[in-house]
């Protein structure tokens, strides 16, 4: 499995759909996957049962994801995901991990016009919070198998890496 990892906003559900296309490969969003399975959105997930339980819920989800599917997945994490609990070393250790880098300027100028509702930026100013998560975050994001500007990327950038992660599996 490839697991694409980074600040929300940072491109990982559109860059991991646009390579498991062009790859021919199967893809999953795994917030999308999350919501379909509990039957509402991430948003409405938080607020009836708090960020924890989401935490919770989105390990599990992860865990179905990495036992039930074929090995040569494509999957778009949220934000979060790798900073909580073994999820990181999860994904590690199913596949490989790609980091997508965006500058924070960008994620602030994506996520101040984004229609999503996100549990965490509400009522804050949208700068110090995405910063604070970068903050917090960080420290696993560049963790991972490879890292991605996402100002300069293609999909000729992840068909490099392609064949590397595929032979991990």
């Known amino acids: 499995m490839i697991f694409f990892i980074g600040m929300p906003g940072s491109g990982k559900s559109f860059w991991a759909s646009t390579l498991a296309t062009a790859c021919e ?10 919501e379909e399975k509990v039957q509402m959105t991430i948003a ?7 960020e924890e339980a989401f935490r919770e819920k989105e390990r599990e989800i992860l865990e179905e994801v990495i036992t039930t ?6 999957v778009a994490c949220g934000g979060g ?12 250790n199913a596949g490989c991990t790609v980091y997508l880098h965006a500058d924070m300027s ?8 984004s229609p999503t509702r996100r549990p965490l930026l509400e009522g804050k100013d949208i700068n110090s919070a995405l910063t604070e998560l970068y903050d917090q975050r ?10 991605f500007d996402v100002e300069n990327i293609s999909v000729a950038n992840f068909e490099k890496i392609i064949p590397t992660c595929l032979d991990r599996l």
């Open 25 to 34: 490969l199967p893809f999953i969003d795994l917030d999308a996957y999350l």
């Open 44 to 50: 409405e997930y938080f607020d009836a049962h708090g």
């Open 69 to 74: 599917k074929e090995k040569n997945y494509v």
């Open 81 to 92: 995901t790798p900073a909580f609990f073994d999820n990181l070393q999860k994904m590690k």
């Open 106 to 113: 960008m994620i602030v100028q994506r996520l101040a016009h």
């Open 138 to 147: 960080n420290p696993f994001f560049s963790q991972a198998d490879y890292i």
